[in-house]
Nanobody, 118 residues
């Protein structure tokens, strides 16, 4: 059974930092693009950051310079280091694993809440 389990969310003050983790299991994810998305109530889910199996990264403009995405050498755990957090970063953050075009498989985690507030 494939699972993506996020952790590390919580409440943090503006200017603070959090590190999200996503542990993927149940199949080989080494060729998958791993990514973080976020979604606020009533809004569309948006890409925050993505990382390929080769380590190439893509970050949304609004997090460049503040967030960093990385994955472990086994390629099944992905991290999102979030620094200089702002109230606008308050969202539910979702981990995804996308196997396209190699395999037509996309998986999602259950989400973790990040709240930035004083």
């Amino acid at each position: 059974q494939v699972q993506l389990v996020e952790s590390g969310g919580g409440l943090v003050q503006p200017g603070g930092a959090l590190r999200l983790s996503c542990a993927a299991s149940g199949r080989d994810f080494s060729n998958f693009v791993m990514a973080w998305y976020r979604q606020a109530p009533g809004k569309a889910r948006e890409l925050v950051a993505a990382i390929t199996s080769d380590g190439f990264t893509n970050l949304a403009a609004y997090v460049k310079g503040r967030f960093t995405i990385s994955r472990d050498s086994g390629k099944s755990t992905v991290y999102l280091q979030m620094n200089s957090l702002k109230p606008d970063d308050t969202n539910v953050y979702y981990c995804s694993a996308d196997g396209r075009p190699h395999v037509a498989e996309v998986y999602w985690g259950q989400g973790t809440q990040v709240t930035v507030s004083s």
